[in-house]
């Protein structure tokens, strides 16, 4: 990777791999992140889609770490014969080298030996990440939301959590609820949740019904919808839609955001269902419009998609996340689209971290590095330093805290 070189003062930036290897030791002593060599200052990041990771260490099996989730007899050897020909395990394990100070095959020792001590090894990832704040979802794995002090602790930086809906929706719809139940129940969470704090809330519609979401459905319809012997998480489409446009509303009259997946998602999704353009329906209707939404991960790999509906909806929000932890090299290519056609004070950069601690470090890194290559290709544009500054600490950081109220 060749240092970006922005115009006017010559200003080289290092290499933030090649920092990573040389500046941070292993033991979380360094407080740096990554700097330029001149006057601008790395702006810090935060990450305002994330989810809790491992809070005592052990083996890193970087195979499992994969959007291949099977559970059936023979997935763990696929995985792992799979996992060291794909790009992404390859990068982490090389940025991982470096960073231990050993060589890639040592990875597995030197891992194993930095997270005998957990909480500066944690610490000193997130520090090397200029991660300063975490927009968390909790729901998983159980019980992690009693966590969340433990979580800011290890990642030396605050946690804000969101609600995510389908943990209560799916265990009413498993229990036989009606609709008015059901909707009274997200409505009660969503008013506790925000009570307490938490800065936003979720849904996870794409991995159950999809986002073909009917904003004018009834509430027959939706009563109708649960009486079906499908699989709880492929039940109760009309009752799922209406339950969203309710706490669409709910979310707009709190004044607190509201993620929705898109895109790229483990195995467990059908791709087809979670592209954005299958919400405009919902984006025309009052509550989808009312509401401050956030479309995550990029929307992969409709990001061409999401920088549109960012830039024609009044509402929109686009958070690039996920896919620069499992297509790091195409994200630079993705911001730079974002940035090309949105509002910048639009988008939003995150990790999608989970398990590992690593996977918050990894793409954060991936996103400072697109970011100067992306800055790089503006400044040639003829972008102002002064504009792609503000743009840097927008979209790091000033995004996420306007719209979360951090
Ligand atoms: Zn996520």
């Not at 009917?214 to 027959?220: A, E, F, L």
């Not at 996340?321 to 499992?326: E, Q």
């Not at 090299?329 to 989970?354: E, K, M, Y």
């Amino acid at each position: 990777m060749t240092a970006p070189v922005a115009p006017g003062p010559v200003i080289v930036y290092a290499n933030p791999w090649t920092r990573l290897g040389r500046a941070h030791p292993v033991d979380g002593g360094c407080t740096a992140r990554y700097r330029c060599d001149a006057s601008r200052k790395e702006e810090d990041v935060i990450d305002d889609h994330a989810h809790p990771f491992n809070l005592a260490g052990g083996p890193l099996d970087p195979a499992a770490l994969s959007l291949d989730i099977g559970t059936e007899p023979g997935a763990e050897d696929r995985r792992r014969s799979l996992g060291p020909g794909r790009l992404f395990q390859e990068l982490l394990t090389v940025r991982l080298a470096e960073y231990l100070g050993c060589g890639p095959d040592e990875v597995p020792q030197a891992r194993a030996t930095a997270s005998t001590e957990w909480e500066s090894y944690v610490g000193g990832l997130f520090r090397t990440s200029g991660i300063t704040g975490i927009v968390m979802d909790p729901a998983w794995p159980p019980g992690a939301a009693e966590n969340l002090e433990r979580y800011a602790e290890l990642a030396g930086c605050p946690i804000h959590p969101i609600l995510r809906l389908e943990p209560i929706v799916d265990r009413l719809i498993d229990e036989g609820a009606g609709v008015a139940e059901i909707v009274d129940a997200v409505g009660r969470a969503m008013d506790e949740a925000a009570s307490r704090g938490w800065v936003g809330f979720k849904t996870i519609l794409a991995y159950r019904t999809g986002l073909a979401v009917n904003p004018d459905v009834t509430r027959q319809e939706a009563e109708t919808s649960l009486r079906s012997d499908v699989p709880v998480r492929r039940r109760g489409k009309a009752c799922r839609d209406l339950v969203l446009r309710e706490a669409l509303a709910n979310a707009a009259d709190m004044g607190l955001p509201f993620q929705i997946h898109t895109g790229m998602g483990d195995s467990e999704i059908r791709l087809g269902e979670s592209n954005p353009l299958l919400l405009e329906e919902l984006l025309h209707s009052p509550a989808g419009a009312a509401a401050r939404i956030v479309l995550i991960h990029g929307s992969y790999p409709w990001t061409d998609e999401l920088a549109y509906l960012a830039a024609a909806r009044p509402n929109v929000w686009a958070d690039l996340s996920l896919c620069n932890i499992f297509s790091p090299l195409t994200t630079a290519n993705r911001l730079l689209r974002l940035v090309d056609l949105a509002p910048t004070n639009r988008i939003l950069l995150a990790t999608d971290g989970f398990q590992e601690p690593e996977l918050f470090w990894f793409p954060a890194v991936v996103l400072r590095e697109s970011w100067e290559q992306v800055r790089s290709t503006l400044a040639a544009a003829g972008a102002r330093a002064s504009w792609l500054d503000e743009v840097e600490v927008a979209i790091f950081e000033g995004n996420a805290r306007t719209l979360y109220g951090l």
